[in-house]
């Protein structure tokens, strides 16, 4: 199958860590990729290739897929990464892309 | 610099179509897939299909498949989505973002999205 499943909400408070996890079935063999978007604005890439960051990101983002889960580390997190994210995977047998779901990160 | 500049918003009637386009600059057309993603109010990323900008392939969710055209003007470096028998339910930002054809399947640059709105 390829859908992807995200927890709806993660809360963080200021310079701690956020952890965004999807979820789906053998997902540590597809590469997977991380989306912020802020409310109003185009979707921004944060990460691709599981663990990789475009110029720009900063540091505090970073990814990990194995197994059937991958996951968004936010670490010391900022007020201004409150955001939803989005996570996105390559099905080379349907040769579709599919998005997860979304997880609003709420920063308290 | 690279952009991805998408046509204005549009109000259709329940069973019309829409066209909206996407122009690209600051970098070779040819080397890139274009996509299709849409958002409903309120809700998350529904990815709709790309289209090979060098060779016109095109790929769609199935649920698009029949009804949505996707094309391309390589003299333009445009890309263009059209959807036909709109309903209610299509009520959405459409966003176009490009792939790199040699690379693994993410979206590095996005458009500014394109409201269509579907109201009798």
């Known amino acids: 199958s390829s859908e992807l499943t995200q927890p709806p909400s993660v809360s963080v408070s200021p310079g701690q860590t956020a952890t965004i996890t999807c979820s789906g079935d053998?997902?540590?063999?597809?590469?997977i990729s991380w989306y912020q978007q802020k409310a109003g604005r185009s979707p921004v890439l944060v990460i691709h290739e599981d663990d990789r960051r475009p110029s720009g990101i900063p540091e505090r983002f970073s990814g990990s897929n194995s197994g059937n889960t991958a996951t968004l580390t936010i670490s010391a997190t900022q007020a201004l990464d409150e955001a939803d994210y989005y996570c996105q995977a390559w099905d080379t047998t349907t040769r579709r892309h599919v998005f997860g779901p979304g997880t609003k990160v709420l920063v308290l | 610099q690279v952009q991805l500049v998408q046509s204005g918003a549009e109000v259709k009637k329940p069973g019309a179509s829409v066209k909206v386009s996407c122009q690209t600059s600051g970098y070779t057309f040819r080397d890139f897939y274009i996509h299709w993603v849409r958002q409903a109010p309120g809700q998350g990323l529904e990815w709709m299909g790309r289209?090979?900008?060098?060779?016109?392939?095109?790929n769609f969710k199935e649920k698009f498949e029949g009804r949505v055209t996707m094309s391309r003007d390589t003299s333009l470096s445009t890309a263009y989505m059209e959807m036909s028998s709109l309903e209610s339910g299509d009520t959405a930002v459409y966003f176009c973002?490009?792939?790199?054809?040699?690379?693994?399947?993410?979206?590095?640059?996005w458009g500014q999205g394109t409201l269509v709105a579907v109201s009798s």
């Open positions: 289209i090979n900008l060098n060779r016109g392939v095109t």
């Open positions: 973002a490009r792939e790199h054809i040699a690379l693994p399947g993410y979206l590095d640059y």
């Open positions: 053998k997902l540590g063999d597809r590469y």
